[in-house]
């Protein structure tokens, strides 16, 4: 027995002395290559364009820029674009763009189920990028979602730098509180935005639970606008 346990110990020191496997090494993929080809550079130092160019991006950096008619070799796998002798320039920066509330009127943004909203969120975001805007300046709403998946590669749009929530007035532009529930389909409010009760006229009416249980929401909206008028 006392044999059996000594050469069990010992077979357990060799296997924690033993050298473990190295782990596999993951190899970063190559970025893409683009040449653009016959472009005139139109680099907003000046207004005058420049002589028919090649540009040469790898990943997401200008690595050459030479003349159309210089010899440049193509790297293996590279896009190549023919310009055509049109203009090239820098992407274009908004300094003033809502993720989620530049497609949708202010009754969808009200009536809308949220997943809905983010996908024309989505979508715009794409035609913002195609209409020659790679970055944009979120300035209120939320982006965050919609900047992950453009950043993850999941869809094709801007970069974004978000701001987070709006502070707004109560029932003001950005105020957005009573928006029903997530998957619940209801038909478009009829009164104005601005005469939506807010979080702060909730606020004043929560001694009337009954108006707001059982009233409806014209009614509500009726008397939010008489608070605010008073």
Known sequence: MERLLARS????????AAPLPAPAQTQTPAPPVTLLHDVRIFDGSGSALSAPSQVLVR??????????????ERP??????????????????????????????????????????????GAEATAT????????????GPAFAL???IDEGILAGPRVYPSGAMISVTSGHGDFAGRPAAGRRQPARQHPPDRRPGPQ????????????????????GTRAAAAIGA
């Open 9 to 16: 110990t010992i077979a357990a020191l060799c296997a924690l």
């Open 59 to 72: 990943g997401n950096r200008i690595e050459r820029i030479v003349p159309a008619s210089a010899a440049l």
């Open 76 to 121: 293996a796998g590279a896009t190549v674009i023919d310009g055509g002798g049109r203009t090239l320039m820098p992407g274009l920066i908004d300094m003033h763009w809502h993720t989620v509330f530049m497609r949708p009127s202010h009754s969808e943004l009200l009536s809308s189920d949220v997943g809905y909203l983010n996908l024309m969120a």
């Open 129 to 140: 990028l195609m209409r020659g805007f790679t970055t944009v300046r979120d300035m209120g």
């Open 147 to 149: 900047k992950r998946a």
């Open 201 to 220: 006229l909730r606020r004043h009416h929560e001694g009337r639970q009954g108006l707001q249980e059982h009233a409806g929401e014209d009614a509500v």
